[in-house]
């Protein structure tokens, strides 16, 4: 025990009580330390949709096998925040278009992206679905770009895996560098990334 002057004491004990003693007259709880974080909203907005993406797949020819084996256990596309393959539109945010869209489901694609929800995203994923593919025929459409907007290109016939996982890693860094609120609610402008 020390004294200090004017009626004040302070336990020397060791460094941890004189820390503790320290620390309990200041206007600062040690127990908070770790638990706060500065950051923007708009940042941590953007951080928690680029982690939590919730892909609706459009499985319309062969990439779509490919597709199903980046959901295995292999490849494990949950390390991404993107396992929950909804097939509900309204509670998706990305459109992961593998194989040959047809003029005849190319409706169906557009009313599926309709239906999902703003803030919204599109893959393309393979030759076929990029831009028609081999197929040059009146059946074809030439890419689902001339029916909804893409955000990124993955190309391959079919592409691996590793290329879709590729591709959601450029989806995401594209949602992580979004500017703002308010220009997330404008018309978005969809600038394609190729993977």
Request: aromatic share 8%; with cysteine; charged share 25%.
């Amino acid at each position: 025990m020390v004294e200090a002057g004017a009626g004040t004491v302070i336990l020397k004990f060791d460094a941890m009580v004189e820390e503790n003693l320290t620390v309990s007259h200041a206007a600062y709880d040690s127990k908070i330390e770790g638990n706060i974080i500065f950051t923007r909203v708009d940042a941590a907005i953007n951080w928690m949709r680029k982690n939590s993406l919730w892909p609706m797949p459009m499985g319309l020819a062969c990439c779509a096998i490919e597709l199903m084996a980046t959901a295995s256990s292999r490849f494990d596309i949950s390390r991404f925040g993107a396992e929950v393959m909804r097939f509900s539109p309204r509670q998706a945010d990305v459109m992961i278009v593998a194989g040959t869209v047809t003029y005849k489901m190319a409706l169906a694609v557009k009313r599926i992206w309709d239906q999902m929800p703003e803030p919204k995203w599109c893959i393309a994923m393979g030759a076929c679905a990029s831009s028609g593919g081999m197929y040059r025929s009146y059946a074809v459409l030439q890419g689902i770009d001339r029916l909804i907007p893409v955000d990124v290109y993955i190309s391959g016939c079919p592409p691996r895996p590793e290329a879709l996982i590729e591709g959601l890693l450029k989806l995401q860094d594209k949602i992580d560098e979004e500017e703002s609120l308010m220009a997330q609610k404008k018309d978005p402008v969809h600038k394609p990334i190729n993977a």
